[in-house]
């Protein structure tokens, strides 16, 4: 109850911890500063031009690469001036594309390079574009023009940066401005390949079914591989250009079938479970036709992407609605950290959406690049990824205390807490264990501490406690290290058990020295001691140890009376 009332709020913890990434953040950016992780050599092209045709007939220029979208059967034409020196040979031109068949040559009509028409031949999808052109030394200082006929999709940005980079780092390219991401989303990526495999391996072991793992860790996947491929991350990563080009739009189809079954497994009520079930169930399918029509078909998957797009939008304001006003039910404290982060994630993303959507409006170029600079995405990924770190913090720390509870509970259950021995609770099953054993050879000493209502009535309770653990510890001293332990069978009373029949007399001869060395040193105000009597189980016998322990309970009493018949 304690560390319940001083828990602080999930809002509170969730606050602390954005703070400490964003430290963390801060000290990333130190980090690739100073040992200059990522750096790159490259050159700014900014003299450019455009010239769009739409696939209408109409007509527009811009002198820089803000214009507005396009869609299939829209062209731009770029023109731009390499830079007047290049230092080093080969130098490459690097830039991005989308969805286009693009083709790089001089002012004079010679051909430097295409992209895009092996994969339109194959009926392949051009997808998100990196291309990087040779740029000859004798065109230094000239001008090149950039044809890009979007091919599929609507709705494109066509914005890009030109560099010139030298042929070593052309594949570093996507790297400018992106280290951060990279460290990232790539470190995500692979711990959430390991968490998955160690699920997988889990399941295997403990033959339990675990979906909010198995759900979770393949969402965290999927937002990891996403973050990376829209920043084009993939082409540092791999050499697969069919998957870099592609990755980004098969992974939004199969990203939220992860969420809205990680979403269904955290509700307790029925009804909310079933609707993130259906949910998570329409995006399976839709990912599966999907897949269908792209592959088998050739009809690329590009072309339902705003569709897509609209629908995950109407079950994340679906979603949104739900944990926000309707199901509402208490929950483990880390269940609430991650509810409260995807909340947040989810009202982010739809930040998102709903930007993108005014930027198809017509917008100041300054507004524009604002926006562009304020990433919603990986905001609503970071954001959902500290709630994880959260809850997994706070589940270790419960699972931490729900096992020192447990081995507490078991330790007092099988305890004195007065004297730290077994208590009779333990002394009893292990009678018990021991029965089912005729064959087994034991000893059992019977123990009682004299005088111990003499010590109370005199001397108070605290002398009479003294004499009770003194006399515990003097007799744990005597077990042997072969087998055999100490309990308090209750009051005054003590058991002492031995494996080995064969050393009673030794034991005995042990406690006698022992008690006659305590009361001799006059630690206590009164004469200490102990009366015990011992009965034995020899192999084959039908005693039970109820019958061996009362045996030696008698003796102990015949004892006690021979010492006060002595005084």
Same mark, same amino acid.
């Given at each position: ?105 001089? &002012? ?161 009520? &029925? ?58 039910? &208490? ?89 730290? !021995? ?29 005088? !111990? ?84 189980? &020899? ?29």
């Amino acid at each position: 109850m304690k560390s319940q009332m001083e828990r602080p709020s999930v809002r509170g913890v969730f606050g602390r911890l954005v703070i400490f990434i964003l430290l963390g953040t801060c000290l990333l950016e130190v980090f690739i500063h100073i040992t200059g992780y990522g750096d790159v050599d490259y050159t700014n092209i900014d003299d450019v031009s455009v010239t769009i045709k739409k696939s209408n007939g109409e007509k527009e220029t811009a002198d820089s690469m803000y214009f507005d979208l396009l869609a299939k059967g829209d062209e731009a034409t770029i023109t731009l001036r390499i830079p007047n020196r290049i230092t080093r040979e080969p130098q490459y031109l690097c830039f991005y594309q989308y969805h286009s068949l693009i083709t790089v040559s001089t &002012k004079d009509g010679v051909r430097l390079g295409t992209f895009g028409r092996k994969e339109l031949e194959a009926k392949d999808m051009p997808g998100n574009q990196f291309c990087a052109v040779n740029i000859p030394k004798q065109y230094a200082g000239t001008y090149l023009t950039i044809r890009v006929l979007q091919v599929e999709g609507s709705h494109s940005n066509h914005y890009t940066q030109f560099r010139m980079m030298p042929a070593t780092q052309v594949r570093l390219y996507p790297l400018i401005h992106n280290k951060l991401y990279l460290l990232v989303f790539e470190s995500t990526l692979i711990m959430s390949i390991f968490a998955f495999l160690a699920v997988l391996i889990g399941q295997v072991i403990h033959r339990k079914w675990m979906p909010m793992e198995l759900s979770l860790c393949l969402f965290v996947f999927s937002i990891s591989v996403w973050q990376l491929s829209s920043r084009r991350l993939f082409y540092v990563l791999i050499r697969n250009r069919r998957v870099c080009a592609t990755a980004q739009y098969f992974i939004i189809f199969f990203a939220p079938i992860a969420l809205f079954f990680f979403l269904a497994e955290l509700k307790e009520e &029925k009804l909310p479970r079933m609707i993130y079930q259906a949910i998570a169930c329409l995006f399976t399918g839709n990912c599966i036709a999907n897949c269908i029509l792209h592959f088998g078909l050739n009809d690329h998957i590009i072309n339902r992407e705003n569709q897509m797009y609209a629908l995950l939008a109407a079950s994340l304001v679906l979603a949104l609605i739900m944990e926000t006003f309707i199901f509402r039910e &208490k929950q483990d404290f880390s269940i609430q950290i991650i509810r409260f982060g995807t909340v947040l994630s989810i009202g982010l993303f739809l930040t998102k959406l709903f930007m993108d959507y005014i930027r198809r409006a017509s917008l100041p170029e300054g507004v524009y690049f604002l926006l562009e600079k304020i990433n919603f995405a990986s905001i609503a990924s970071t954001t959902f990824t500290i709630s994880l770190v959260c809850a997994l913090y706070f589940k270790f720390q419960k699972a931490i205390e729900d096992q020192i509870r447990r081995e507490q509970t078991e330790y007092m259950a099988y305890h004195d807490s007065l004297t730290g !021995l077994y208590n009779r609770t333990y002394a009893e099953e292990w009678f018990d264990q021991i029965d089912m054993h005729k064959e087994k050879e034991y000893a059992i000493f019977f123990l009682d501490a004299d005088n !111990l209502k003499n010590a109370n009535d005199s001397y108070g309770h605290k002398t009479g406690d003294q004499l009770i653990q003194t006399t515990g510890s003097i007799i744990r001293s005597v077990v042997p290290e072969n087998g055999g332990f100490v309990c308090r069978w209750g009051g005054d009373e003590f058991l002492l058990l031995i494996s080995d029949i064969h050393k009673v007399l030794e034991v005995s001869e042990q406690l006698n020295l022992v008690f006659q060395e305590t009361r001799e040193a006059d630690i206590f105000p009164f004469c200490y001691s102990v009366s015990f009597g011992v009965a034995t189980h &020899k192999a084959g016998e039908s005693s039970s140890s109820s019958d061996v322990r009362s045996l030696a309970d008698q003796r102990m009493y015949n004892n006690k009376r021979q010492k006060k018949a002595v005084q």
